[in-house]
């Protein structure tokens, strides 16, 4: 694995996962290299895409399945589920409006900016009914993965 040294000592890796990332994110710019074409038609991304999709919430629905009904008999649930949801809906809500009325973003490109998950991706695509969404989901996930890895590492610093 290569390591990238940042200020301060931390030590960046990219992994198992993503190396894969920066190379597709390379490949996807570059989109031909010889007669090696690195993008998908278009049908053959649409099926990809959707069985990605299906095993991914599959795999949620198995996963979370035991432990939900013993989510349900504690008294606490209905406090994290209200909490979860106001604070979902408002910091979407303040994104979207200062995104629209502010910046002049395309809405149906900050509905892929502020999707988080391939099902609120989906969603969003069949609101627009256009792929405009994913251009600001393709944006915006390796943006959001990279953050994610560099504010554990930086919490972690903080704590120690």
Do not use: C
Not at 73 to 92: E, K, P, R, V
Not at 93 to 120: C, E, H, R, T
Not at 142 to 155: E, G, W
């Amino acid at each position: 694995m290569v390591e990238i040294t940042l200020p301060g000592g931390l030590i960046f890796k990219f992994g198992f996962a993503g190396g894969p990332l920066i190379v597709g994110l390379i490949l996807g710019t570059l989109r031909r290299s010889g007669p090696i074409v690195w993008t998908l038609p278009y049908g053959s991304n649409v099926t990809l895409n959707q069985l990605g999709l299906t095993l991914l919430l599959a795999v949620i629905g198995i996963r979370s399945g035991n432990t939900l009904l013993q989510s349900l008999h504690d008294g606490a649930w209905l406090n994290i589920f209200l909490a979860g949801t106001i604070l979902s809906i408002l910091s979407s809500m303040l994104s979207l409006w200062v995104g629209y009325k502010l910046v002049k973003i395309p809405f149906s490109l900050l509905l892929g900016f502020s999707a988080n998950q391939p099902a609120i991706l989906e969603f969003a695509t069949d609101i627009t009914k256009n792929r405009v969404p994913a251009i600001g989901y393709s944006f915006m996930f390796p943006i959001s993965l990279v953050l994610k890895i560099l504010f554990a590492q930086v919490l972690y610093l903080l704590l120690v």
